[in-house]
């Protein structure tokens, strides 16, 4: 797994909170307006900052989209970690989940993370090393649960859940996007039901059990 660190300037309780202020308010504007469709100038005004606060925490607009990077990643593991994915009722609940958000917004944005890999991929290597973290890090979540699910003989017994992890992931992902240019989810739900569907076909009863 790849993973990228960086050295973050230790900052007092107030200044940490000045600067996640800045960020939650980066990662708002720029999951609406995309990258290049958010200024400086908008963040301040969004996070309620001066000029010099920004330029304090933040050399540049790179910086600081990096940090939304991090924040983006961030926050998917955390709501990631709360599903149960060992269990075929948690596995059900995460997809009725992953639905329901997209129809609550059209899909709009896409996913928080995948969106901003067709914006800096290609020009920023440093956000394309981040951002190819922050899906190495919710594959590594997603096969958490899923190697507990194929324990229990809920998964057909030649899947190896690392890859159905990566598969799950690659599926939303396309999905999201299809769903987001489509503004219907129908194509999400059509994939994650369908590669469940699979993965959970000749599935035997618990390991252990008759």
């Not at 910086?63 to 599903?83: F, M, P, S």
């Amino acid at each position: 797994m790849s993973t990228v660190t960086r050295d973050l300037p230790k900052l007092t309780a107030k200044g940490a909170r000045t600067r996640a202020r800045i960020v939650d308010a980066a990662a708002r504007l720029i999951h609406e307006r995309g990258v290049a469709g958010t200024t400086l100038d908008d963040v301040r005004a969004a996070a309620e900052v001066s000029g010099s606060q920004l330029y304090h925490y933040f050399a540049d607009k790179d910086e600081l989209v990096q940090a939304v990077i991090d924040h983006q990643a961030d926050t998917i593991l955390g709501n990631q970690r709360k599903a149960d994915l060992g269990s075929i009722e948690g596995l059900g609940a995460w997809r009725d989940m992953v639905i329901a958000q997209a129809k609550s917004t059209e899909a709009k944005g896409g996913c928080p993370l995948g969106s901003l890999s067709g914006q800096l991929a290609e020009a920023d290597p440093e956000a394309r090393a981040l951002i190819a973290a922050g899906f190495d890090r919710w594959s590594a979540a997603i096969g958490d649960g899923l190697r507990n699910l194929h324990a229990s003989g809920h998964l057909a017994s030649e899947i190896d859940p690392d890859d159905l992890a990566v598969t799950l992931l690659a599926a939303l992902q396309g999905g999201l996007l299809l769903a987001q240019v489509q503004r219907d989810p129908r194509a999400l739900e059509t994939a994650l039901d369908t590669l469940i569907a699979l993965a959970s076909s000749g599935s035997a009863a618990p390991r252990g059990k008759t």
